[in-house]
Nanobody, 123 residues
Framework: QVQLVESGGELVQAGGSLRLSCALS????????MAWFRQAPGKEREFVAA???????NYADSVKGRFTISRDNAKNTVYLQMNSLKPEDTAMYYC?????????????????WGQGTRVTVSS
């Protein structure tokens, strides 16, 4: 059974930093591209960042230069380091896994999803 479990979300002040983690079980982690998406209240889910098995990365314009995605295949875990946080980064953050592995920004290409971790940035 495939499971993606996110952690690390919390309340933080604007300008602060957080690191989100997502652990994959039930599949060979190194075979999957991994991504982070987010959904703010009343808005559609949007792409944040993705990383291939070969560690190529892709970022949304809104987070470039502030967020960094990375992976540790030995720990079956993908991370999202978020710096210089803004109130508009407030959202539920979801981890996703894609067997075809292209670091896509399209949510429908991802096979598995976690339950999310909430990030709240206060002004």
């Amino acid at each position: 059974q495939v499971q993606l479990v996110e952690s690390g979300g919390e309340l933080v002040q604007a300008g602060g930093s957080l690191r989100l983690s997502c652990a994959l079980s039930g599949r060979t982690f190194s075979n999957y591209a991994m991504a982070w998406f987010r959904q703010a209240p009343g808005k559609e889910r949007e792409f944040v960042a993705a990383i291939t098995s070969g560690r190529s990365t892709n970022y949304a314009d809104s987070v470039k230069g502030r967020f960094t995605i990375s992976r540790d295949n030995a720990k079956n875990t993908v991370y999202l380091q978020m710096n210089s946080l803004k109130p508009e980064d407030t959202a539920m953050y979801y981890c996703a896994a894609d067997r075809l592995g292209g670091a896509s920004s399209r949510a429908y290409e991802y096979d598995y999803w976690g339950q999310g971790t909430r990030v709240t940035v206060s002004s």
